[in-house]
């Protein structure tokens, strides 16, 4: 059964860092692009970074460019490193795996809630 299992979300203070990590299982992977999204109150989902299982290529959303890292740390673990977390970055962030240039997205964890107070 394929897992992906995010963690490290929580609530922090405007400007304070995050660190998201998300371990698959489950499947090799190999070939597959490896992504973080997220979704805020009322909004649609919408890609933030993502990463290919070499760890060779990262995408990054406009919007966290230069503020988010994504890795990953080792054979199946993926990492998104957050500065300067804003109030606008509050959502439920999913990792997911998938082809990032087909915009198919085949497995998905259940998410985990990231809070920025001001």
């Known amino acids: 059964q394929v897992k992906l299992v995010e963690s490290g979300g929580g609530l922090v203070q405007a400007g304070e860092s995050l660190r998201l990590s998300c371990v698959a299982s489950?499947?090799?992977?190999?070939?597959?692009?490896m992504a973080w999204f997220r979704q805020a109150p009322g909004k649609e989902r919408q890609f933030v970074a993502g990463?290919?299982?070499?760890?060779?290529?990262t995408f990054y959303a406009d919007s966290t460019k230069g503020r988010f890292t994504i890795s990953k740390d080792n054979a199946k673990n993926v990492v998104l490193e957050m500065i300067s977390v804003q109030p606008v970055d509050t959502a439920v962030y999913y990792c997911?795996?998938?082809?990032?240039?087909?915009?198919?997205?085949?497995?998905w964890g259940q998410g985990t809630q990231v809070t920025c107070s001001s």
């Open positions: 990463v290919s299982w070499n760890g060779n290529d």
């Open positions: 997911a795996a998938g082809d990032y240039y087909r915009d198919e997205w085949k497995y």
């Open positions: 489950g499947r090799t992977f190999n070939g597959y692009t």
